[in-house]
């Protein structure tokens, strides 16, 4: 192992436009979604019969037959057979996580180059049989005898056939994430103006990157999609405005589905290398790794909002970083929904919430909005759980390659189990 | 509906009944099995001279004079005299008709190619090698050399069994006179199965900045180590392109739009190229390419060739025809090539044209033609032969050893003709000297040709890949 650390640096990415749940991917398996996704990725690099040092991804919703699906979408794909691959799953942080993890490797010098990000199908979702009907077939394959295999089955009762549905729910909680954000949402106050402001402008901003060809380099188009589905570029704070409230109750509830991630389908990859492997290859580095930051809150009593753990992992990150918010010039907040981004930015800007909660001596600062998600977010873009992180940071580095060395980014992304996972990124 | 067709014209009933029959073509790089036959009418020596450089050998060819021929008895016992017959077929007939400057010269064209018309082996070659008529000299030299290309036309449509003719013009009798290495590329590719789908054809071959060097004329790989360009590159023909460029050893830039970059990044990964994705319209086009290009392969890499294959159709009657429909495919099969050549033709520009360089353009036979329904798509393609021809004889090109060339495809088998009405595809086929539609790679090994390295002495030239088709012939 060498004494000093390398640096990991970020060549670029490939995405499939985003689909809409039951939409153009209805059809798509996660397993052929990130292949294609590979594929396009090595044919971007050239990098066909390439052996990598490893590719890691993940999806989600994630069927039982998908116990290898890295690994098989790697087998499946144009790179070497001798590339190894594994899955790692962290909720929506998966995508970001597995970045960190790769960066991680080769900064070690364990790999020279790598693959991450990660793969999710709404549409696709894994459906699992209730629990009175699995433990009776798990009986039954277990007897010796027909008369034993008989009785065990006899023992499921018809309410047992009824498939359990998957849920977008908190399984200590019961609550749904967006009945707990509606409880963050209302905690600061966050209007239902700013909300749709916000999302609005994700659509706006996301729509004139695609018409700029910004993702020319950064996506490839799969099945009949080029673009996004739940893109909505002719979209305005008025017509959001009339949406009615799902999460939330009563005369307080503010998110709509207009300002709230929709449910879709879709893969993201970045390609990572050391410095000396891009070179080789002739492949000019975006931006460079810098740190990364996990934080975890006790949602479950309530102490903290579920999607508030990235108010955490920031400020640690940049302190461990010696920078402040005043040193980056993009952010790239997921939008998990709109009021997630609005609940994080008010925390950081509340006194209370810096000096009580994170232990500093006054506001962590305010975040420049014109610095903000500049090419969209997850409103527009769609949020297929763990492609998300790899959608951003190779959005980010392009950003950052094209502001120019030195610049900065910083990546915040919310996940269930109230985790957040945050990184920093320089431009090359 | 197309399988029934298929049935109906593949059946063996369907011989009997006078369907034609399309004949399995020879392909790829691959010389025909059979002797070449050589003969010369009048002296000329330069096709023995470029054959032998290209260590092609041959046999005389037989010459049909009425002291040569023997009797024959049909079945029904009626005896007659015919041409004295090669002992089994051969492969091809290369006659050199340089010195042809006679009517009477025409007669010995005759007597050689007589013997051949029956004597060659399926898929078998006759190529021609004339002068440019215009340079011949007195009006009947000129005649003579005119007439070379009815002879060579008309016996286009009467051979059978995928045989092709073509004719080949040289410069002889100006001051810079075609060599046999600038000869060798062009006889090579008509020998070929690589020119299966080009036949009743005439290309110039003139004299170009230097002659080619013996291994680039010998070369199996002429595109080795070299990084060639080919727009469109995600399906259809650009595929075909790509694919078969890469066989020969190119380092293939695959260039399609971004909506097309699942098919784009298959054809890239499945022959080690580059995927990159571009509308080819956006006014940065030429300047990514270059810029690509300069970034994988370093500080010297340059584009050796670039294949314009990229091209959209939107068909109405021009009736219904409105700006956008017009513009749209214009801009696309015209405009768009024209921008970026002139970014990639910056000799200081990292990342483009080489010196000796080779730029391919894709027209069509509706563009020859005209095509109902088509206007704007023939305007556009007739474009491109306008601009190549302009290119070809742009001095500033020639004196960097840049060749300007372009392929018009006929009838070429691929997923957008399938769609085509079962009639209209039978009859579009069908109306060719060969009886069936092209593939892909006949179009590709056309544009491979064009692109060699070897071909330094052709330009300016629109090649017809369309098996002879009667449409704008």
Request: hydrophobic residues 45%.
């Amino acid at each position: 192992m060498p004494d000093q650390l390398t640096d990991a640096v970020i060549l670029g990415g490939n995405r499939i436009p985003f689909g809409k749940a039951g939409g153009a991917y209805a059809d798509a398996s996660n397993q052929a979604m990130l292949t294609s996704t590979l594929d396009g990725l090595v044919a971007r690099f050239g990098l066909a019969g390439e052996r990598l040092g490893e590719v890691a991804a993940g999806a989600v919703l994630k069927h039982a037959r998908d116990f290898n699906l890295t690994r098989e979408a790697v087998l499946g794909s144009a790179l070497a057979a001798t590339t190894p691959a594994y899955d790692l799953q962290q909720a929506c942080g998966t995508g970001l996580e597995t970045v960190i993890q790769v960066a991680n490797k080769i900064r070690l010098g364990q790999v020279d180059s790598g693959v991450a990000g990660g793969v999710d199908s709404a549409s696709d979702a894994p459906i699992a049989v209730g629990e009175g009907l699995r433990k009776a077939l798990l009986g039954a394959s277990r007897a010796r005898t027909p008369m034993a295999r008989a009785k065990a089955l006899a023992a499921v009762r018809p309410g047992d056939l009824a498939p359990e549905t998957p849920r977008n729910a908190e399984p200590r909680t019961g609550l749904s994430m967006g009945e707990h954000q509606a409880l963050t949402a209302r905690e600061w106050g966050i209007t239902r103006e700013a909300q749709d402001e916000l999302a609005a402008a994700s659509h706006h901003q996301l729509a004139a990157a695609w018409d700029a060809g910004f993702f020319d380099d950064l996506a490839t188009g799969f099945l009949r999609l080029s673009r996004d589905e739940g893109l909505r570029p002719e979209t305005s704070v008025d017509k959001l405005a009339g949406l009615s409230p799902v999460f939330g109750k009563g005369e307080g509830a503010t998110m709509t589905a207009g300002n709230s991630t929709p449910l879709s389908d879709g893969a993201a990859l970045v390609l990572l290398g050391s410095p000396q492997w891009a070179a080789e290859h002739r492949l000019p580095a975006l931006a460079r790794f810098v740190d990364a930051e996990v934080a975890a809150v006790d949602y479950v009593s309530g102490d903290e909002g579920l999607l508030m753990a990235p108010a955490y992992a920031v400020p640690r990150l940049l302190a461990r970083q010696g920078l402040t918010l005043d040193d980056i010039d993009r952010f790239e907040i997921h939008e998990a929904f709109a009021s997630t981004v609005l609940a994080t930015l008010a925390a950081w800007e509340s006194e209370e919430f810096c000096t009580g909660r994170l232990g500093l001596d006054g506001p962590l600062g305010t975040v420049d909005r014109s610095r903000l998600n500049v090419h969209g977010s997850s409103l527009a873009a769609g949020h297929p759980f763990a492609a998300t992180g790899g959608r951003i940071v190779a959005t980010l580095a392009k950003m950052l390659h094209d502001l120019g060395p030195g610049s900065r980014g910083l990546i915040s992304v919310c996940a269930a189990g109230g985790q957040g996972v945050v990184a920093i990124l320089e431009g090359c | 509906m197309a399988d029934l067709m298929q049935l109906l014209t593949t059946n063996p009933l369907a011989k009997q009944l006078g369907v034609p029959q399309a004949t399995r073509l020879r392909r790829g790089r691959a010389l025909p099995s059979g002797p070449v036959a050589a003969g010369a009418v009048g002296g000329g020596t330069l096709a023995v001279r470029t054959l032998e450089l290209l260590g092609v050998p041959t046999r005389a060819a037989l010459v049909d004079q009425p002291q040569t021929r023997v009797s024959e008895t049909d079945g029904d016992g009626r005896t007659r005299e015919v041409p004295e017959a090669y002992p089994g077929s051969i492969g091809a007939l290369v006659v050199d008709a340089t010195g042809a400057t006679s009517i009477a010269d025409l007669e010995v064209v005759r007597g050689l190619l007589r013997p051949a018309m029956k004597g060659l082996e399926r898929s078998g070659r006759v190529v021609v090698l004339g002068v440019e008529p215009e340079t011949a000299g007195a009006p009947t030299a000129v005649a003579t050399q005119q007439a070379l290309e009815g002879i060579v036309r008309s016996v286009g449509k009467e051979l059978r069994g995928g045989a092709t003719a073509n004719l080949v013009r040289v410069d002889l009798l100006t001051a810079e006179p075609t060599s046999p290495a600038e000869l060798a590329s062009t006889f090579l590719f008509l020998l070929h199965g690589r020119s299966a789908y080009v036949s009743g054809q005439v290309l110039h071959v003139g004299h170009g900045a230097r002659d080619p060097q013996a291994e680039e004329v010998l070369a199996d790989r002429p595109f080795e180590g070299r990084v060639v360009v080919v727009t469109g590159a995600g399906r259809g023909i650009g595929a075909g392109i790509a694919r078969t460029l890469a066989r020969d050893g190119a380092l293939v830039v695959a260039v399609d739009v971004p909506a097309g970059g699942q098919g784009l990044a298959e054809v890239a990964n499945s022959i080690g190229g580059t995927a990159l994705q571009l509308d080819i319209t956006a006014a940065d086009a030429g300047a990514r390419i270059a810029a690509h290009v300069a970034q994988r392969f370093g500080g010297m890499g340059r584009i050796h060739a670039i294949v314009h294959n990229a091209g959209i159709t939107r068909d109405k009657l021009l009736a219904n025809t409105d700006e956008e429909r017009w513009g749209s495919v214009l801009e696309v099969n015209l405009a768009a090539q024209i921008r970026i050549n002139q970014v990639l033709l910056d000799a200081d520009l990292p990342g483009g044209l080489d010196d000796g360089g080779r730029i391919v353009g894709v027209a069509s036979t509706s563009g020859i033609a005209g095509n109902r329904g088509q206007a704007n798509y023939a305007a556009s393609k007739a474009g491109v032969i306008g601009l190549v021809r302009a290119m070809g004889a742009d001095p500033r090109l020639a004196e960097r050893g840049i060749t300007v060339n372009a392929v018009a495809p006929g009838f070429i088998e691929t997923e957008m003709t399938g769609r085509m009405p079962v009639a209209t595809r039978e009859v579009a086929r069908r109306i060719n000297s060969l009886q069936q539609g092209g593939r892909p790679v006949d179009v590709a090994e056309t544009i491979g040709y064009l692109a060699d390295p070897a071909s330094s002495a052709v330009t300016g030239e629109v090649l017809r890949v369309c098996g002879q088709s009667q449409i704008g012939a």
